[in-house]
């Protein structure tokens, strides 16, 4: 009898890890879920992200790099409307210290459809930074943002109302 209740217990402890491996599995070694709420107006359309899943080798995919006076940073992001998709890139090479509240020269490009647009003006804002002091992986950012850009044929599109929220970052030092 204690032989058979020990085998229904190793029974029971077996599926249990079974049904739960794959769960822990995921937490340490992903795919990590990205979500960083991304959004904008798009020639007055509203565009936003979705989360997506992101390995964990390239976890989590953004870098944030500061020094001394200057700082980078590249974001890439797919974004979607009702009837349509878009891509998101803000490229910064900022020959200044990094600041919250502090609006700099945003640069990058964004795909409409099939056309891109390579930024000729605007903005960004970071808003919000947080890193826990121990590990850059554990660091996010969020912003505001809003730019021109125009394609080879000299289409305009204009872009308001842009954030990204809680971005989950690898700040370099």
């Not at 049904?19 to 879920?33: A, D, K, N, Q, Y």
């Not at 979705?50 to 001394?68: K, M, V």
Request: negative net charge; glycine residues 6%; charged residues 25%.
């Amino acid at each position: 009898t204690i032989m058979k209740l020990y085998n229904i217990l190793l029974v029971i402890a077996t599926t249990l890890f079974m049904l739960c491996s794959c769960e822990v599995v995921e937490m340490f070694f992903g795919p990590w879920t990205l979500d960083a709420p991304t959004t904008c107006l798009i020639k007055g359309v509203r565009f936003s992200s979705s989360p997506e899943e992101i390995p964990l080798y390239n976890w989590p995919g953004t870098d944030l790099q500061t020094a001394e006076s200057s700082f980078s940073i590249k974001y890439s992001r797919g974004l979607k409307s009702d009837d349509a998709s878009a891509e998101l890139i803000i490229d910064l090479k900022i020959d200044e210290v990094f600041e919250i509240d502090k609006k700099y020269e945003c640069s990058g490009a964004i795909t409409v459809g099939e056309t891109q647009y390579v930024m000729t003006r605007g903005w960004i804002k970071f808003r919000d930074y947080y890193s826990n002091g121990r590990s850059a992986a554990n660091s996010y950012i969020s912003a505001a943002f809003e730019f021109s850009a125009e394609s080879e044929d000299g289409d305009i599109v204009e872009v308001t109302e842009g954030t990204f929220e809680e971005l989950w970052v690898n700040h370099y030092y």
